[in-house]
């Protein structure tokens, strides 16, 4: 299991050390969730302030993509050079396009599914897909309950992607801790997005840790 904590549960004061202290905490990515107020009722991280998270972390970046307009938000985010940049499948009228676009950025493409969004919507990319993220909880808040009928989703996405893709990895967002990781492993789970859990822990390295499962 490759661990992406979320820097929305950061202390924003002290976002610098807490980047830093993540990486040498033994993460595997840095998730950046970037809402615009549209499409999910928040507001977060623009291109300054994901600029200074890019030149502080040691891991790469795994930028989530919670906006109207998902073009003009890559171009504003593909020159930091993330590892991925994903978007929302129930937002974009021209996805296949999205994802090559974003490919020829030098830059893994992948898609979101919203909790409610079935594992099939996406059948038709996955080929072309280096990650699709299962939303565990609705987007635009960090701390919110793991939505257990997510994990029937990502066994019928993980038959999918075997058939189609293999290499595509499957990520979690949203509730994910020691309690339920090896359920979501089990289930076909390659990566887990942690906030809360990682950034409430008195010991950043500990808690990532029992996520390295």
Same mark, same amino acid.
Not at 3 to 23: K, T
Not at 101 to 118: D, E, F, M, Q
Not at 121 to 137: F, G, K, N, Q
């Given at each position: 299991?490759? &661990?992406?904590?979320? #820097? ?7 976002? *610098? ?22 499409? &999910? ?65 030098? #830059? ?14 996406? *059948?038709?990319?996955? *080929? ?22 997510? =994990? *029937? ?10 058939? #189609? ?23 076909? &789970?390659? =990566? ?22």
């Amino acid at each position: 299991m490759l &661990v992406a904590p979320s #820097i929305l549960s950061a202390d924003f004061g002290n976002l *610098e050390r807490d980047v830093r202290a993540i990486c040498d905490a033994g993460c595997d990515f840095v998730h950046v969730d970037v809402m615009d107020g549209h499409f &999910v009722p928040n507001m977060t991280l623009g291109p300054v302030v994901v600029s200074a998270i890019a030149k502080a972390a040691t891991k790469p970046l795994d930028i989530h993509l919670m906006v109207q307009n998902n073009t003009f938000f890559v171009d504003l985010f593909a020159p930091l050079k993330p590892e991925f940049i994903s978007f929302h499948i129930e937002e974009e009228k021209n996805p296949h396009r999205l994802v090559q676009y974003i490919r020829s950025l030098g #830059i893994k493409p992948a898609v979101v599914l919203n909790p409610h969004t079935p594992a099939e919507a996406i *059948e038709y990319l996955l *080929e072309d897909l280096d990650m699709v993220l299962v939303m565990s909880v609705n987007p635009g808040f960090g701390g919110q309950k793991f939505i257990p009928t997510v =994990v *029937e989703k990502i066994q019928r996405l993980k038959v999918l992607r075997d058939r #189609i893709n293999p290499n595509c990895l499957i990520e979690i967002d949203g509730g994910v801790g020691s309690s339920n990781i090896q359920m979501l492993a089990s289930a076909g &789970v390659d =990566v887990c997005v942690a906030g809360s859990y990682v950034f409430t822990a008195d010991d950043y390295k500990t808690a990532i840790d029992s996520l390295h499962v």
